[in-house]
């Protein structure tokens, strides 16, 4: 659609020529002499262009009586009494550019493209910034349970507060996005939302990506860069798996959470922060605490207050939902004519034991869909993971003849590193523990090195 410029000026030549101009140049043009006349108007314009110095009023009072209504149509002053403080005064009122007279025509179409074109990207975010919020909408979350409906309750009462959250819960049970429906239902909710995913980082650059580090703080540091604490500042921070954070860093984290401040790696500069954290876990943190990988002290700062997600399994009464769901969202991305979903289908998933949450849920409904033959998904198109599964032992297994627990528990140590490689993180995956979990079994095995 052809965008529509209102151009208020009261030297009528002047005037007849920028509607000659915009008019060739592919906009609808309407015009006014008056500042009163372009009042009127102004609601129906996409930009608008007026002069500073209006026969009733000028340009300054319109703006500011368009700021008022709330309007965000872009505002282009031009005047032939130009100084730098008419110019403040016309943004600090809201005004998108500022032009002199004598102008080119060229030089005033590319500032109404540029205009139009911020306001469109404006326009973008606020839309994706609702989708956003419509998402993480708890209301929009599913989950018809009593669990779930109590969790909801929670979320609405500690999200406009800046209480820290702990979230607790199997892998898969949707953490994330109930920590988001927290910042989103929250007054920080236009500000940064930024997700650290300890796990995944490197015991030795946790630090360093947390806080941030000056230029030669180590070697490759060749410039300074800040930290995902910083690029959150006044939002919120995720620290999803904090039970794989290393105590060299809990230290730091607990500063944060305490004082609201830190230091980046290689200054003494202290640095003032403002930031909400929600932090979640699968693993339980209460062991690591006797087990001494994990400070008392940090995570009773942590759980402030404490949310545990059920596994899928002890909420079967969702899943019929989640299901139905999963095929109205997944079908149309993956060009499926699946439209529904039977009874008999409902009932095959119901008896399931889903170890991987509602994510496994979610992908046995991707696959089902790609691979159905219908337009309904039947129990026969539901494709569950039949791979096999680790079983208890067998009920004669015992520890190996001649062997102490302690040893078996150590010559099992031993092989899980030997076959990832001295990789600790992978060992710790493969033996089911968290790094700090498996740190500690070295450090009692004195090969924490």
Not at 154 to 159: K, N, P, S, Y
Not at 173 to 189: E, F, Q, W
Not at 408 to 430: D, P, T, V, W, Y
Request: glycine content about 6%; charged content about 30%; overall charge neutral.
């Amino acid at each position: 659609m052809k965008k529509r410029i209102l151009i208020i000026e009261d030297e009528e030549k002047l005037r007849r020529v920028l509607e000659l101009h915009l008019a060739s140049a592919g906009y609808e043009v309407e015009s006014a002499g008056t500042a009163e006349q372009g009042w009127k108007l102004a609601d129906r314009a996409d930009l608008i262009i007026t002069d500073l110095r209006l026969p009733d009023f000028d340009g300054l009072e319109l703006l500011a009586r368009l700021r008022r209504q709330n309007t965000r149509t872009p505002v282009i002053v031009i005047t032939a009494y130009g100084s730098v403080e008419t110019a403040v005064e016309a943004m600090r009122r809201g005004a998108d550019d500022f032009v002199l007279k004598p102008f080119s025509l060229d030089h005033l179409s590319t500032v109404i493209e540029k205009a139009l074109q911020r306001r469109a990207l404006e326009d973008e975010n606020l839309r994706l910034r609702e989708e956003l919020g419509h998402r993480y909408d708890f209301r929009n979350i599913i989950g018809r349970s009593p669990a779930m409906q109590e969790i909801f309750a929670t979320i609405e009462r500690v999200a406009p507060t800046r209480a820290t959250v702990l979230l607790c819960g199997e892998s898969g049970t949707g953490k994330d996005l109930i920590a988001r429906a927290i910042h989103y239902h929250s007054p920080r909710r236009d500000r940064p939302f930024v997700k650290i995913n300890c796990s995944a980082l490197p015991e030795n650059l946790m630090e360093a990506e947390l806080f941030g580090f000056e230029k030669g703080a180590f070697t490759g540091a060749v410039t300074s860069k800040p930290g995902k604490f910083e690029q959150a500042d006044t939002g919120t921070v995720f620290l999803d798996e904090i039970g794989d954070v290393p105590p060299s860093v809990q230290v730091k984290l607990l500063r944060v959470l305490q004082e609201r401040e830190f230091e980046r790696l290689g200054s003494n500069k202290t640095r003032q922060i403002d930031v909400r954290v929600i932090a979640a876990t699968n693993q339980d943190l209460r062991a690591a605490l006797e087990q001494g990988t994990f400070r008392e002290d940090l995570y009773y700062r942590l759980n402030v207050v404490p949310i545990n997600l059920p596994p899928l399994r002890e909420r079967r009464e969702d899943i019929p939902f989640l299901a139905e769901h999963f095929v109205r969202k997944l079908a149309p991305m993956l060009g499926s004519r699946v439209e529904g979903i039977t009874e008999a289908a409902i009932q095959k998933l119901m008896a399931y034991h889903w170890p991987g949450n509602v994510r496994e849920l979610e992908n046995v409904i991707e696959r089902s869909i790609v691979l159905a033959k219908g337009t309904v998904l039947d129990a026969d198109d539901i494709k569950l993971d039949t791979a096999p599964r680790a079983r208890p032992p067998a009920e004669g297994f015992f520890l190996p003849e001649g062997m102490t627990l302690e040893e078996f528990e150590q010559a099992i140590i031993r092989e899980a590193l030997r076959r990832a490689g001295g990789n600790k993180s992978q060992a710790a995956r493969m033996l089911g523990l968290t790094r700090n979990a498996l740190r500690y079994r070295l450090s009692q095995m004195g090969l924490e090195s």
